[in-house]
């Protein structure tokens, strides 16, 4: 009978057994004597000294406090680099709950804290990797003059690695960080400078998550504004934005891609490769059949850059292009998406670029600049509607990076968070 009274006492208070013990264990627990034990050589000691930090720094603002001021973090930094596997699972783990407070983040970057966090990408083990960039992401999003300690000592180069080699989860939180990291003029130059940042972006956008390839298109977007040119070398560009509706139906992010496939667009080469890939049309009927008016004219003005060339307007033709500048005409309620369709479905009608030949350049201009470029067609009308760099990303520079800086932050901050950097997530999987 009392004990059937103790059971239903239980139920009703919502107690668990794990409750009880984990309080009996905090309040047992003298951190002086665990950090002791996990400057000790023995790997025993050490990993049950890292498991309770782990556990401890879990419990409260205080107990992080505490764990600093008793010399915690220059012990976690040296078990994070421990040879053995557990222990750098728990390591990275306390690690990262106690950079959840802004003044342990100050604390840790100055202690060169950060680039063990970037040894730790390289990681085997994805419950690591997971677990440094939390901390990662838990920096970046708080502090701005921590930013440069993040991408010091190839640690863009690092972030990108992870970004091949994590989980879904993971690669969320690595789109979030550069999206973060985009945010800085400094930083953002440096990333349009390299090539690895933006490989690892293009990856992440072939992610079937719709957050993380929000992210990594919204970084990339503001790379391109940047330097073009970066995104433009990308290899699989063309493919990986066209491949973007067989991983998602989410409007906003075909809008995302559509911006960037104008800069394609608007690179003759580039504009060559796009036009010689299949799913070309299938893409921009997708896109203009969301019915979305600003992805509509983005679609419009794709279409239309290819008529800027005779080549390519006969590929554009071929490839019935018009259709989809017919279906644009015929649904939209848009003023200026109508009247870029119609201009277009002109040009393909009057199938002028059919007619002209271009006209070899004079001989007086060779070995001159001009003689590269490719010359117009003589009466070649071409396309009227020009977006300048503005008006194609739908508002100012300043404007963008605010925008998309509302969100980056909560997205960091939201979804599976309560599981990312605590002692549940080396449960999880």
């Given at each position: 009978m009392v004990s059937m009274t103790n059971w239903i006492l239980f139920r009703n208070f919502k107690f668990q057994i794990g409750d009880i013990l984990e309080e009996l264990m905090v309040i047992s627990r003298d951190v002086e004597k665990v950090i002791q034990a996990a400057k000790s050589g023995r790997i025993k000691e050490q990993r049950n000294a890292a498991f309770e930090l782990a556990t401890l720094a879990t419990t409260g603002d205080d107990s992080k406090f505490r764990i600093v001021a008793e010399g915690g973090l220059d012990v976690l930094i040296l078990l994070c680099l421990s040879t053995d596997e557990s222990i750098q699972e728990y390591a990275t783990e306390a690690v990262a709950e106690l950079l959840t407070i802004p003044a342990i983040q100050d604390q840790f970057v100055e202690m060169g804290g950060v680039s063990t966090l970037s040894t730790l990408l390289h990681s085997t083990n994805k419950r690591i990797i997971q677990e440094a960039v939390t901390a990662i992401s838990y920096?970046?999003?708080?502090?701005?003059d921590n930013k440069h300690s993040v991408v010091a000592d190839r640690g863009l180069e690092d972030l990108s690695h992870a970004a091949f080699n994590s989980s879904i989860l993971t690669q969320r939180y690595i789109a979030g960080i550069y999206l973060e990291l985009v945010f800085n003029a400094d930083i953002r130059s440096q990333i349009a400078s390299l090539n690895s940042p933006t490989k690892a972006l293009l990856h992440l956008c072939s992610n079937k998550d719709n957050e993380t390839m929000r992210l990594a298109l919204q970084t990339l977007e503001l790379v391109a504004i940047e330097s073009s040119d970066v995104i433009l070398n990308q290899e699989n560009l063309v493919f990986d934005l066209l491949n973007i509706p067989t991983n998602t139906l989410d409007a906003s992010i075909y809008l995302l891609a559509g911006k960037i496939l104008l800069y394609v667009a608007e690179d003759t080469v580039s504009c060559g490769k796009m036009l010689n890939t299949d799913s070309l049309k299938d893409t921009l009927m997708q896109f203009a059949k969301t019915d979305d008016p600003i992805l509509q004219k983005v679609v419009a003005k794709v279409i239309l850059c290819t008529l800027d060339d005779r080549d390519l307007?006969?590929?554009?033709?071929?490839?019935?292009?018009?259709?989809?500048?017919?279906?644009?005409?015929?649904?939209?309620?848009?003023?200026?998406?109508?009247?870029?369709?119609?201009?277009?479905?002109?040009?393909?009608?009057?199938?002028?670029?059919?007619k002209y030949q271009p006209m070899p350049p004079p001989s007086d201009s060779f070995g001159s600049t001009l003689s590269?470029?490719?010359?117009?067609?003589?009466?070649?009308?071409?396309?009227?509607?020009?977006?300048?760099?503005?008006?194609?990303?739908?508002?100012?520079?300043?404007?963008?990076?605010?925008?998309?800086?509302?969100g980056s932050r909560l997205s960091l901050r939201s979804g599976n968070q309560s599981n990312v950097g605590s002692r549940a997530s080396l449960q999880s999987n």
């Open positions: 920096i970046v999003s708080d502090s701005e307007a006969i590929k554009a033709q071929d490839m019935k292009l018009q259709d989809v500048l017919v279906y644009i005409r015929n649904n939209s309620n848009d003023r200026d998406a109508w009247n870029m369709a119609d201009q277009g479905i002109t040009l393909f009608n009057n199938n002028d670029f059919r590269l470029r490719k010359p117009r067609p003589s009466g070649y009308p071409g396309s009227t509607f020009s977006l300048n760099k503005d008006a194609k990303m739908m508002g100012s520079q300043s404007t963008m990076l605010e925008k998309v800086r509302m």
